[in-house]
């Protein structure tokens, strides 16, 4: 591939990683109340925090966005060790906005997962199986996706699925949501991204940039040979044409 088309992708993925990192670094897209308790985390006030939801998982960013819909206003839910670190807060700080806390030390039981879709052949997998994380936080993720199918069917298919399964969330390739209470939520393409698929994107942009390095790398590399091969040839040249001059002046004098 031409090295300058490389170096463009390099440049754009570069702006987009700078532009993702922003957005992280600001929080955009994470409650008031959730980036308040953040902050005074972030000066040792409250150590028990383990992190946002979204912090401490890791998706394949083809299902990032189905993960971002499957946990809903979990995913900029707090990770707490303890619950009773927290039991004073909304008297400890005014709080911005309203904060969810999911304490580990509720999750010690190990929570029976659904086996409901498992056989089904239009499913992804069940969510919490998409998804990387901590043996630390795995119980609570288990909690809170054990029970939620991610399948390759419309919301319609949905509809017909959940008549024969009521007690699982099923989510369409779309990213519609149905619930075991009878909510329908649907998705909006219009829709900003979500914090899972924000962070999956940069992970794999990352990477991108990472192999982008490698191949600009090697192909400067080549490219450098190659002029050191020129080089080298024109000096072979410059070397035969002084030959051939002097092979004709010989012949001059001869004559």
Same mark, same amino acid.
């Given at each position: 591939?031409?090295?300058?088309?490389?170096?463009?992708?390099?440049?754009?993925?570069?702006?987009?990683?700078?532009?993702?990192?922003?957005?992280?670094?600001?929080?955009?897209?994470?409650?008031?109340?959730?980036?308040?308790?953040?902050?005074?985390?972030?000066?040792?006030?409250?150590?028990?925090?383990?992190?946002?939801?979204?912090?401490?998982?890791?998706?394949?960013?083809?299902?990032?966005?189905? $993960?971002?819909?499957?946990?809903?206003? *979990? %995913?900029? @839910? !707090?990770?707490?060790? =303890? &619950?009773?670190?927290?039991?004073?807060?909304?008297?400890?700080?005014?709080?911005?906005?309203?904060?969810?806390?999911?304490?580990?030390?509720?999750?010690?039981?190990?929570?029976?997962?659904?086996?409901?879709?498992?056989?089904?052949?239009?499913?992804?997998?069940?969510?919490?199986?998409?998804?990387?994380?901590?043996?630390?936080?795995?119980?609570?993720?288990?909690?809170?996706?054990?029970?939620?199918?991610?399948?390759?069917?419309?919301?319609?298919?949905?509809?017909?699925?959940?008549?024969?399964?009521?007690?699982?969330?099923?989510?369409?390739?779309?990213?519609?949501?149905?619930?075991?209470?009878?909510? $329908?939520?649907?998705?909006?393409?219009? *829709? %900003?991204? @979500? !914090?899972?698929?924000? =962070? &999956?994107?940069?992970?794999?942009?990352?990477?991108?940039?990472?192999?982008?390095?490698?191949?600009?790398?090697?192909?400067?590399?080549?490219?450098?040979?190659?002029?050191?091969?020129?080089?080298?040839?024109?000096?072979?040249?410059?070397?035969?044409?002084?030959?051939?001059?002097?092979?004709?002046?010989?012949?001059?004098?001869?004559?």
């Amino acid at each position: 591939e031409d090295l300058a088309v490389l170096r463009g992708r390099r440049e754009s993925v570069e702006e987009r990683i700078k532009l993702l990192e922003e957005q992280e670094a600001t929080r955009e897209g994470v409650s008031p109340g959730v980036r308040q308790i953040l902050s005074e985390a972030s000066e040792n006030s409250y150590p028990g925090i383990v992190g946002l939801v979204a912090d401490n998982i890791s998706v394949d960013m083809r299902f990032a966005a189905l $993960i971002d819909a499957a946990l809903g206003s *979990a %995913a900029q @839910g !707090l990770i707490v060790e =303890r &619950s009773g670190d927290f039991a004073n807060l909304t008297n400890e700080l005014d709080l911005q906005g309203r904060v969810e806390l999911h304490p580990l030390d509720w999750l010690q039981t190990p929570r029976l997962r659904s086996r409901a879709l498992d056989k089904d052949s239009r499913l992804f997998g069940r969510a919490d199986q998409l998804i990387e994380c901590t043996d630390q936080v795995k119980p609570l993720i288990e909690q809170l996706l054990g029970s939620t199918y991610i399948l390759d069917a419309d919301v319609a298919e949905l509809l017909v699925l959940r008549v024969r399964h009521p007690d699982v969330t099923l989510i369409s390739r779309e990213g519609d949501v149905v619930s075991p209470e009878g909510t $329908i939520s649907l998705s909006s393409r219009q *829709a %900003a991204p @979500g !914090l899972v698929s924000r =962070r &999956s994107e940069l992970n794999t942009l990352r990477e991108t940039l990472v192999r982008l390095e490698e191949r600009i790398s090697s192909s400067d590399h080549e490219v450098g040979q190659l002029r050191e091969n020129v080089v080298q040839q024109e000096v072979v040249v410059r070397q035969i044409a002084g030959a051939l001059e002097q092979l004709r002046e010989q012949l001059s004098d001869q004559r």
